[in-house]
C-alpha cells in the first residue's frame, strides 16, 4: 500500500521560503517518478515540479527559478523548497506518485 505524507508548509510572508518534504512508502521509490502539484481555493489543482528516478526535474512556468525539487533515495523523501513565495503561491501543496496521492500541507503566503 502506497503512503505519502507531507510536511514543512506553514505561514510566511512574501519573499520568504519554505521547504517541503514528502516521505513515501510502499514503493520502489528510487524508480518511480515522484511530483508536486497545489490547489489554491477556488481553483483546479495544478502542476508543480516532477523529478524521475534518475534526477531529471520538470517545472511549471510559473514557478521556475524560485523552487526545486529533489529527492533522497535512501530516505525515501522528495523535497520542494520553495524561495521568494508570493501570495498567489499559497494553496494546498500534495505529493504525487504513480496516481498515489498525499493528504497536503497548507502553504500560505501574505503580502
Known amino acids: 500500500q502506497v503512503q505519502l505524507v507531507e510536511s514543512g508548509g506553514g505561514l510566511v510572508q512574501a519573499g520568504g521560503s519554505l521547504r517541503l518534504s514528502c516521505a513515501a512508502s510502499g514503493i520502489i521509490f528510487s524508480y518511480d517518478v515522484m511530483a508536486w502539484y497545489r490547489q489554491a481555493p477556488g481553483k483546479q489543482r495544478e502542476f508543480v515540479a516532477a523529478i524521475s528516478g534518475g534526477g531529471s526535474t520538470n517545472y511549471a512556468d510559473s514557478v521556475k527559478g524560485r523552487f526545486t525539487i529533489s529527492r533522497d533515495n535512501a530516505k525515501s523523501t522528495v523535497y520542494l523548497q520553495m524561495n521568494s513565495l508570493k501570495p498567489e503561491d499559497t494553496a494546498i501543496y500534495s505529493c504525487?506518485?504513480?496516481?498515489?496521492w498525499g493528504q497536503g500541507t497548507q502553504v500560505t503566503v501574505s503580502s
Open positions: 504525487n506518485c504513480n496516481n498515489n
